[in-house]
Nanobody, 125 residues
Framework: QVQLVESGGGLVQVGGSLRLSCAAS????????MAWFRQAPGKEREFVSS????????YYTDFTKGRFTISRDNAKNTLYLQMNSLKPEDTAVYYC??????????????????WGQGTQVTVSS
């Protein structure tokens, strides 16, 4: 089992930026493809972005393209999500996840091996 702890959330104004981090411990981080999901109040958890174990391949859902960037540093056992040009509809709890397999498609919760506890992102208008 890999343990995941997110950080970096907070309150930001429309158009602002945040960088989320996800620190991993336990099993070898570099063995896992990773992903970010989010859950807004009253909505289902939805996929945001994923990255292969090496970081060489990334995939983004349509609403993030051009604004969000996923990356990882395997030497630091850390996953990142750089979020720019934030919108009020980006307000959600953001979760990092270790996934069973990298696929260039929107992932579902059944693809997830381990979840972090989440970090709140609030975008004010």
């Amino acid at each position: 089992q890999v343990q995941l702890v997110e950080s970096g959330g907070g309150l930001v104004q429309v158009g602002g930026s945040l960088r989320l981090s996800c620190a991993a411990s336990g099993q070898t981080f570099s063995h896992y493809a990773m992903a970010w999901f989010r859950q807004a109040p009253g909505k289902e958890r939805e996929f945001v972005s994923s990255i292969s174990w090496s970081g060489g391949m990334t995939y983004y859902t349509d609403f993030t393209k051009g604004r969000f960037t996923i990356s990882r540093d395997n030497a630091k056992n850390t996953l990142y999500l750089q979020m720019n040009s934030l919108k009020p509809e980006d307000t959600a709890v953001y979760y990092c996840a270790a996934v069973y397999l990298y696929r260039p498609t929107n992932l579902g919760q059944s693809d997830v091996h381990s979840w972090g506890q989440g970090t709140q992102v609030t975008v004010s208008s």
